[in-house]
């Protein structure tokens, strides 16, 4: 049986270690790589794209080091998870800088607006939204909501979210104090606002789900 070979695509934006850690941990037969090389990403059977940083900043870092093309490649051809800004990235435009994204899904990135940030007793909620919420699954039969529970917390760091044109890819909402997408899924792809490798058991079983993954739901 061939070895699963996951590509963590490195352009420049975060700390990987922790990505790559995460799955070392949930996939020991499994060869991880972190890379900044198309060829390394294009030949891997799993891709996973994180990011963090400003949305301009990760599309420009992604385009000089000439990765766009492995990234949209695999977006359509094997099992992709994206993380974070690896998320906001797939959709076309973000009100963070204005700045185009990949345009692989239908929607935008929104920065969550002042005069919602209130709690249920009138208390003001902090942008970017830091730390555990709950996920309500949409999909809830999809490979990678295996064996965690509706309303699993999961660890988050932004101030952006997206929103898709086509609600029928929303695969988990959060509510930070409205709902908004946390997860969405469409055939071979999965991607997520939180970050798995920081929420304990949940993001370790979603990881673990799909290294298992064939990308089919």
Same mark, same amino acid.
């Given at each position: ?13 975060? @700390? ?19 890379? !900044? ?10 891709? %996973? ?21 492995? %990234?949209?490649? !695999?977006?359509?051809?094997?099992? +992709? ?22 345009? &692989? &899904? ?5 920065? +969550? ?26 999909? @809830? ?13 999961? =660890? =988050? ?18 509510? =930070?104090?409205?709902? +908004? ?17 920081? !929420?304990?058991?949940?993001? &370790?079983?979603? &990881? !673990? ?9």
């Amino acid at each position: 049986m061939k070895q699963t070979e996951i590509a963590v695509v490195d352009y420049g934006m975060g @700390n990987l270690r922790s990505v790559s850690k995460a799955l070392e941990h949930v996939a020991p037969n499994a060869h991880v790589i972190v890379t !900044s090389e198309a060829e390394h990403i294009l030949n891997a059977s799993h891709v %996973v794209f994180p990011g963090q940083g400003a949305m301009p900043d990760c599309m420009r870092e992604l385009d000089s080091r000439g990765l766009r093309d492995a %990234v949209t490649q !695999s977006y359509k051809t094997k099992p +992709f998870l994206g993380i974070c800004i690896g998320l906001q990235m797939l959709f076309e435009q973000s009100e963070e800088g204005n700045v185009p994204g990949l345009g &692989l &899904l239908k929607g935008s990135v929104k920065r +969550f607006a002042t005069e919602y940030m209130m709690d249920a007793n009138g208390g003001k909620l902090k942008v970017p939204h830091m730390g555990w919420n709950q996920v309500t699954q949409q999909k @809830n039969t999809h490979p990678l909501w295996h064996n965690i529970a509706d309303n699993a917390r999961f =660890y =988050y760091v932004h101030s952006y979210y997206v929103q898709p044109e086509d609600n029928t890819i929303i695969a988990g909402y959060s509510e =930070y104090p409205k709902r +908004f997408t946390s997860a969405v899924a469409t055939n071979n792809v999965f991607a997520v606002q939180f970050h798995p490798e920081k !929420s304990a058991a949940a993001g &370790l079983q979603l &990881l !673990s789900n799909f290294v298992g993954w064939d990308g089919k739901i």
